[in-house]
């Protein structure tokens, strides 16, 4: 019924992100404060450094209030949603990135822009309470796994290697590397179920 | 050891979510995953584990600098300059109005009625008018609920306003949002799926101010759970730390007089 449609749901993601599709840009802010934390941690394990992981939550959030209107609630979480974009913005800027370096043969110089941290940042409050239970459920659940199931894991989430790929940088046989991804999911599965972000609809 | 010739594509799954499969095995599986709603439900709960994969990365002291969430809304707010129409929009079917059908359910029971059937179907008609009051009332109420809530969202996007959860221990549900309003100092408080209160009683809001806790608002959950009470004034002076929730009589309490039944901490950032 209605009461149970308007009335007696949380104000959740899917709202921002169906307000962002109306054009309401303040959605966009919002979402910032619950999961900029969390871009922003995705996009710099990958890129390694401030600047271009910066770029990336700006890039991905942009995206985001383009895309709003095509974000399927029930099609998974809308951190679920933002977070896979930052990922593979982030690695589109690595895989650039070393194609560049090869050309101008650059040093791996620190590069302008990547002031160390200062100042301090605004996450929401409650949000920034519930990723720090999450990132010590996840990094437990991490530590659950054998060191080579999470190292191949790691690799695929973190470098976008393919599992074949991976074989071939860690000198295993490809069904090995298969069964180790395949069996860590299945055990971070188990042990993260009940702290998945919240669903988009 | 040697690997399977072929790999069943249920085996493929957490590694299609992982993004591990190279893009011609990736769009194999996509055609498999096109027939298997099963696989679909997997693949977006290993999107989840993924996503969750995601914090993992956060390494000690880093963090994105002060400027960026203004970047992010000048960046916003520069693409929705240069596309005024705002972002790309599912196009809207028209609903056809209710009039129309009243006047094709007539002309329908009139054109079948001729004769003898001519007064059942104006009973028939009286029927389905009488149906479609009733829905056209029902549509009224969720779309004044609708219009409440859109209203009271557009409150909670002011900035300024930060979002605190308030929960019940052991229970994910049900659960209350506060949202506070600091340049205002108010707050408003959103619950959802609340137990029922027995006759008389009501939930009633607490503030919990240097260490004590501050008599609030007492609201009454609707047929489905959810209440939401706005401009509730925050007390002044001193610190507050967290909100609570207990069950009291009516007209409110002094000080608690039952057990708290929620809570959560309202940290400063």
């Known amino acids: 019924m209605a009461d149970a449609a308007a009335g007696a749901a949380p104000f959740g993601d899917g709202e921002l992100v169906a307000r962002a599709a109306q054009g309401d840009e303040r959605a966009i802010g919002r979402l910032y404060d619950r999961y900029g934390a969390v871009l922003y941690a995705v996009a710099y394990r990958i890129v390694g450094q401030r600047a271009d992981a910066e770029e990336v939550v700006l890039e991905t959030l942009a995206q985001a209030w383009r895309e709003a209107s095509r974000f ?4 998974g979480s809308v951190a679920g949603w933002l977070t896979m974009m930052a990922r593979s913005r982030a690695l589109d800027l690595v895989r650039s990135r070393s194609r560049r370096d090869r050309i101008t043969a650059m040093a791996a110089a620190d590069r302008p822009g990547a002031s160390p941290a200062m100042g301090e940042v605004r996450p929401d409050p409650s949000g920034a309470l519930e990723h720090e239970e999450r990132r010590r459920q996840v990094r437990q659940a991490l530590d659950t796994l054998s060191p080579p199931q999470r190292r191949a894991i790691e ?3 973190f470098e976008g290697l393919s599992q074949s790929e991976i074989a071939e940088r860690l000198q295993e046989p490809l069904g090995t590397v298969k069964t180790r991804v395949r069996l860590g999911m299945q055990k971070l599965r188990e042990c993260l179920r009940p702290f998945y972000f919240e669903r988009g609809t | 050891m040697t690997g399977p010739a072929a790999d ?17 095995e990736a769009r194999r599986f996509e055609a498999f995953l096109a027939t298997s709603a099963e696989a679909r439900r997997e693949v977006e709960e ?16 880093s963090e994105a600098g002060p400027t960026l969430r203004d970047r992010v809304l000048a960046r916003v707010a520069d693409e929705k300059r240069r596309s005024p129409a705002g972002p790309v929009r599912p196009v809207a079917t028209p609903r056809q109005s209710s009039a129309v059908w009243v006047a094709l ?21 009286a029927a389905v008018e009488a149906e479609l009051a009733g829905r056209q009332a029902a549509l009224a109420r969720s779309q004044q609920q609708l219009a409440e809530r859109q209203a009271t969202l557009d409150a909670i996007l002011e900035p300024g306003v930060q979002m605190f959860q308030l929960t019940s221990s052991g229970d994910p549900e049900p659960g209350i949002q506060l949202f506070w309003d600091r340049q205002r ?29 501050v ?3 007492t609201f009454k959950p609707g047929a489905a759970g959810g209440a939401t009470v706005e401009a509730i004034p925050v007390p002044e002076g001193g610190a507050i730390s967290a909100a609570a929730v207990t069950v009291e009589p009516e007209a409110g309490s002094a000080q ?14």
Do not use: C, N
């Open chain 1, 72 to 75: 399927e609630a029930g099609r």
């Open chain 1, 155 to 157: 690799l695929a989430y």
């Open chain 2, 8 to 24: 069943s594509p249920q085996d493929l799954t957490a590694a299609y979510a992982l993004g591990a499969l190279p893009p011609e």
């Open chain 2, 46 to 61: 290993y999107r989840e584990v993924a996503a969750l994969l995601a914090l993992a990365g956060a390494e000690p002291g």
């Open chain 2, 105 to 125: 359910a007539a002309s329908l029971l009139l054109a079948l009625g001729l004769g003898a059937g001519l007064a059942s179907a104006r009973g028939r008609l």
């Open chain 2, 185 to 213: 100092q108010l707050a408003i408080v959103h619950g959802y799926r609340l137990k029922p209160v027995p006759a008389g009683k009501a939930y009633q809001l607490w503030f919990i101010r240097d260490g004590a806790p």
């Open chain 2, 215 to 217: 008599p609030s608002v």
């Open chain 2, 256 to 269: 608690p007089t039952s057990p708290i039944v929620m809570v959560g901490p309202l940290k400063r950032s």
